[in-house]
């Protein structure tokens, strides 16, 4: 299945730092790192933590914030490419 809970947490973080709850952004942040159960999900966490760093340092495009949020889709979708379960056929 998708993961797309990195990416609604990642929008989350970016909605808390722009509102200035750093202390929100850093925890949301703290808890992607914790469940990142594969390279791709920690990945993913740490564009959207480089995504945050941008953000705070107010050197950050809309359009570069946009790219980040896609890329960090296409990892997850790219990372969940494996095929479902094959089905029993009796011999």
Known sequence: MLDVTFLLVGFL?????????LVVAAGLFVVLLATAKSKALLLAALIIGGLGLLYLTNSADPLILIAGLL???VILVRSDS??????YYPS
């Open 13 to 21: 973080i970016l909605m808390a730092l722009q509102s200035n709850q």
């Open 71 to 73: 890329i960090v889709l």
């Open 82 to 87: 494996s095929p479902g379960p094959q089905g």
